[in-house]
């Protein structure tokens, strides 16, 4: 059963540290999706990728978050420095090639990875 | 503003029960429309589409208003395995790029 994988699950830092979340896609999908959710904000779209180029990162703050490809398996979200207000859930999303998502809505997310910053 | 925007509730309803929920958007150049749930702590996922006519899906019915901007969900015959967070997508395109963009979600919770 084909899913997205993204590790660790759950993360407690302390302000100022480097966090690295990753994320394996479904094999094939080539559209990848970076949210984050919040109690305040809900889904947020962070950054977005196809064929591993970086599409969309505006909802993404460029000072301290990065997002990255660096192969077609693995898809890295980095915050450097963490802050408190970086707690949230992160999740990954890929989606079907030929952008058919926005027809069917389907994208596939991973389980999420739960970040606390203290 | 935000672009989809949602009731947050939370929505308590007995077993039986049938509940509406709302969503309006914000860019008349939306194209598509769906509905995710999601479990508490655990990922989003694809619900129903919603297509311009209205569909039905078992229990669930999806209608679109696009003069008004607007989406519902109807759950008919609650069931407890019904609760959870129910969002609202758009699918856009702006910047030139496709994008789903998710509502903050409303939750629903079935008590017997």
């Known amino acids: 059963d084909a899913r997205v994988t993204q590790t660790p699950r759950h993360k407690v830092t302390e302000m100022g540290q480097e966090v690295t979340m990753r994320c394996q896609p479904i094999?094939?999908?080539?559209?990848v999706f970076w949210y984050r959710q919040t109690m305040m904000q809900g889904l947020e779209l962070l950054a977005y990728?196809?064929?591993?180029?970086?599409?969309?990162d505006s909802g993404m703050p460029k000072d301290r978050f990065s997002a990255e490809m660096p192969d077609a398996t693995l898809a890295t979200l980095k915050i450097q420095p963490s802050e408190p207000r970086d707690s949230a859930v992160y999740f990954c999303?890929?989606?079907?090639?030929?952008?058919?998502?926005?027809?069917?809505?389907?994208?596939?997310f991973g389980e999420g990875s739960r970040l606390t910053v203290l | 503003r935000k672009e989809v925007e949602q009731d947050p509730g939370p929505f308590n309803v007995p077993e039986g029960a049938t509940v509406a929920f709302n969503c309006t958007y914000s860019?008349?150049?939306?194209?598509?429309f769906f509905w995710y749930r999601q479990d508490c702590r655990k990922e989003p996922k694809l619900l129903m589409s919603?297509?311009?006519s209205g569909n039905e899906d078992g229990r669930f019915t999806a209608q679109l208003n696009r003069a008004s901007q607007y989406i519902s969900l109807l759950i008919r015959d609650s069931k407890l395995s019904d609760s959870a967070t129910y969002l609202c997508?758009?699918?856009?395109?702006?910047?030139?790029?496709?994008?789903?963009?998710f509502g903050a979600g409303t939750r629903l919770a079935v008590h017997p």
């Open positions: 860019n008349s150049a939306s194209q598509s």
């Open positions: 997508v758009v699918h856009s395109f702006s910047g030139g790029y496709n994008k789903l963009i």
């Open positions: 919603v297509y311009s």
């Open positions: 990728f196809r064929n591993r180029a970086p599409l969309d």
């Open positions: 999303a890929s989606g079907l090639p030929s952008d058919s998502w926005t027809v069917t809505g389907e994208l596939f």
């Open positions: 094999l094939g999908h080539n559209t």
